[in-house]
């Protein structure tokens, strides 16, 4: 897998953002994890969900790494349906 495999002409531009953002991290593994969940939720997500996704894309990815391999915890404010749902996606 190169990069997004979804087409971004029928998103807003908020959620336009948010794709690339997930597929531009910095380190693969992240791009893996953030593009392949946005690919495949970024058109169903509520603007309350995309709230929450936009504030895992502030996180830097050194440590979005370690909440994803269990390293260290992840913060209760992170803590939420929406990451769960993430790093549920990674097994499909």
Known sequence: MTGTT????????????????????????MDLVLGGFADAEIDRLSDQEMDELET????PDTQLFKWVTGETPVPSEYDTPLW???LASRSR
């Open 84 to 86: 769960r749902r993430i």
């Open 56 to 59: 895992i894309l502030d996180v």
């Open 6 to 29: 979804r087409s971004s002409h029928d998103l807003d531009p908020r959620r336009r953002r948010a794709l690339v953002r997930s597929w531009r991290r910095g380190t693969r593994e």
